[in-house]
């Protein structure tokens, strides 16, 4: 069996091309570049997703496709690139898995699709979307796409992931260092509820809704604990050995200092170190409910977050990012 993964050389879909190997898979890769090793039974393309020929053409023979590539929520990109990305690059990865009859598809949506999960309590799949930002309305944009080709024929399950972390994730590792280093500084009153997922369960979860989904639906994939935002960092203080700092910064200013900041740094192409995009984290709540997944999929999530941490975090300090 064959399967095409777009996205290969990111945290997720690094770790979903080694599973899939790792089971006799054969795999083709695709993304803008590479960073994994040669194994035997991968292929790599390198290429964007915006390029449909290529598209095309790589995902040929492929009895399955995972479709993860996407423009990230902190790129630096105005909302019609991230559209061109997230809604136009989902249309060619899928419409060529259709042309090519490919048995199955899984679309890696966002739980930003949600926007802010008002009650602050789990989400169910069918809870009301109100995507924030320009990455939450494009990849709303690009689930939707999802759906409509899979009521064309084609067999497509999306996947909506928790918070996912684990060793080798950089976004997860600059809160991390920032905690460690005790340059962390919370924002409001860190109420906002979370569902992190480790990534080996995300990964085993991926895989489950490629064997076991209906086509045209959707499934979340989060882990079993919900954690506010200020629980979440006292853990990861925890397994750092430090306490976070006693000083908070209330909303109202870090929004303001976002906006301004994310400007000014956009202005000579650069990332602020808090911008509207990493301020969403402590603003809005988005906790999954995955009681669809367990009874459908039998998804069943292994790793807590206290442990999952102290793994990651002791990567961290094996591979100096901490």
């Known amino acids: 069996m064959r399967a095409f993964v777009t996205g290969a050389s990111g945290f997720v879909g690094s770790k979903l091309v080694d599973r899939l190997l790792d089971s006799g898979w054969a795999v083709r890769g695709f993304d803008l570049g590479r960073r994994s090793p040669d ?5 790599f393309v390198e290429g964007d997703v915006r390029d449909a020929s290529l598209v095309n053409r790589s995902i040929r023979d492929a009895d399955l496709v995972f479709h993860l590539a996407a423009a990230l929520g902190a790129s630096r990109l105005g909302e019609a690139a991230f559209m061109a990305v997230n809604e136009g690059g989902t249309r060619n990865v899928l419409e060529a898995a259709l042309r090519h009859r490919v048995k199955r598809a899984v679309h890696f949506s966002s739980a930003g699709v949600l926007g802010h999960v008002e009650e602050n309590e789990p989400a169910d799949e069918g809870h009301p979307l109100d995507p924030r930002d320009a990455y939450d309305r494009t990849k709303l944009a690009g689930e939707r796409a999802a759906l409509e080709i899979a009521g064309r024929g084609l ?7 928790g918070w996912a972390y684990g060793p080798g994730d950089r976004r997860t590792f600059k809160l991390i260092r920032s905690v460690a280093r005790g340059r962390f500084v919370l924002v409001g009153k860190g109420a906002a509820k979370q569902t992190p997922v480790y990534v080996d369960d995300l990964v085993r979860g991926t895989i489950l809704a490629a064997e076991k989904g209906r086509g045209g639906e959707i499934y979340n994939l989060a882990g079993n604990e ?3 935002v200020r629980a979440m960092i006292e853990t990861i203080a925890a397994a750092c050995g430090t306490k976070i700092p006693r000083l908070r910064i209330p909303m109202g200013p870090a929004r303001l200092a976002a906006g301004v900041l994310g400007s000014a740094f956009g202005l000579i192409g650069k ?3 808090l911008n509207p995009s990493r301020l969403v984290f402590f603003l809005h709540p988005k906790p999954l409910a995955i009681a669809k997944a367990r009874a459908e999929l039998g998804f069943a999530p292994e790793m807590g977050f206290a442990e999952g941490l102290a793994l990651t975090t002791a990567w961290g ?3 100096g990012w901490i």
Not at 39 to 43: I, T, V
Not at 155 to 161: E, G, I, M, N, Q
Request: hydrophobic share 50%.
């Open 155 to 161: 067999a497509v399950v999306v996947v909506r992931p």
């Open 39 to 43: 194994r035997p039974g991968l292929e």
């Open 271 to 273: 990332e602020a170190p």
């Open 226 to 228: 919900v954690l506010t």
């Open 317 to 319: 300090r094996a591979n």
